[in-house]
Nanobody, 126 residues
Framework: VQLQAFGGGLVQAGGSLRLSCTAS????????LGWFRQAPGKEREFVAA????????YYADSVKGRLTVSRDNAKNTMYLQMNSLKPEDTAVYYC????????????????????WGKGTEVTVSS
């Protein structure tokens, strides 16, 4: 599967953005998906994950209550609704997938993901 994230941009603190991740190829609904981000000068970190059917999700503590992950399997698309953005959310955001039909119960390690998309940059100004 090929992934592409888009929807990033410049936003003021407190504002909102919605990122999208589209996938090509078949069997999108059999993939468990995740969002990761990499801030300038820092390592890439886990942000959120969603199960193959969308029934379970998991969030990093730093984004819980502000970011919401969802997916539309009919459109081969995953979303990340980002509200109450903070300057520390500034990063390049990546979507990733792994071929697994699982219940999401915890954060994902990068090396467990099979496919990665190119990132989209989010800048939050103070």
């Amino acid at each position: 599967v090929q992934l592409q994230a888009f929807g990033g941009g410049l936003v003021q603190a407190g504002g909102s953005l919605r990122l999208s991740c589209t996938a090509s190829g078949r069997a999108f609904s059999t993939y468990t998906l995740g969002w990761f981000r990499q801030a300038p000068g820092k390592e890439r970190e886990f942000v959120a994950a969603i199960s193959w059917g969308g029934g379970s999700t998991y969030y990093a503590d730093s984004v819980k209550g502000r970011l919401t992950v969802s997916r539309d399997n009919a459109k081969n698309t995953m979303y990340l609704q980002m509200n109450s953005l903070k300057p520390e959310d500034t990063a390049v955001y990546y979507c990733a997938a792994r071929l697994s039909m699982e219940v999401v119960r915890g954060p994902f390690a990068e090396n467990t993901m099979n496919y990665w998309g190119k990132g989209t940059e989010v800048t939050v100004s103070s």
